[in-house]
């Protein structure tokens, strides 16, 4: 099974909202709710964001959205920061046990 | 604090074996699920297996399949991952997580694993 798909990069620049998408399929991201996404700076281990497609954890700006419409998956970032370039990670259960990553969006803050 | 504590990494030769262990501490060990997710130089994130709270464990991608085996032993807040058969495409960083449902919640900072002659 392939990776779900994400751009490789997007950008923008500070203050603006940019968002990432995250395409699965009927079978995974269409058919669950949960999708989460991970920040990763360089260096440096992956964090939590959001979880169960728009569930915010304790400690992560509100900035930080998510949602889902069928088979798509996605991240708004609001009121970029220069601290917010980094790569960003989803996550899928897809099914049986199983998940799987999407292949990481690198974000550029211009 | 939840902290998490991967050792057991290094270089081995292919077809070699080998076992990380993942220290937990700062959370009720025995009530979380726990998975491993690995990330190979330069590239992105994969998941690897993850066993429940009691034990049972969830599916392998195909990469891995009948060579990585997970473990864990409450008694000492311990996550295992037993990898067999290692291949060059295994080299990567392998990361330990705490897991909420199907998200990784807490991650540690990793181990790196070099399969290499």
């Known amino acids: 099974q392939s990776a779900l798909t994400q751009p490789a990069s997007v950008s923008g620049s500070p203050g603006q909202s940019i968002t990432i998408s995250c395409t699965g399929t009927s079978s995974d991201v269409g058919s669950y709710k949960f999708v989460s996404w991970y920040q990763q700076h360089p260096g440096k281990a992956p964090k939590l964001m959001i979880s169960e497609g728009d569930k915010r954890p304790s400690g992560v700006s509100n900035r930080f959205s998510g949602s889902k419409s069928g088979n798509t998956a996605s991240l708004t970032i609001s009121g970029l920061q220069a601290e917010d370039e980094a790569d960003y990670y989803c996550c899928s259960y897809v099914g049986s046990g199983t998940l799987m990553f999407g292949g990481g969006t690198k974000l550029t803050v211009l | 604090e939840v902290h998490l504590l991967e050792s057991g990494g290094g270089l081995v030769q292919p077809g070699g074996s080998l076992r990380l262990s993942c220290a937990a501490s700062g959370f009720t060990f025995s009530n979380y699920a726990m998975g491993w997710v690995r990330q190979a130089p330069g590239k992105g994130l994969e998941w690897v297996t993850g066993v429940h709270a009691g034990g049972a464990k969830t599916n392998f991608p195909d990469s891995v399949k009948g060579r990585f085996t997970i473990s864990r032993d409450n008694s000492k807040n311990t996550l295992y991952l037993q990898m067999n058969s290692l291949r060059a495409e295994d080299t990567a960083v392998y990361y330990c997580?705490?897991?909420?449902?199907?998200?990784?919640?807490?991650w540690g900072q990793g181990t790196l694993v070099t399969v290499s002659s």
């Open positions: 997580a705490s897991m909420q449902g199907w998200t990784f919640e807490y």
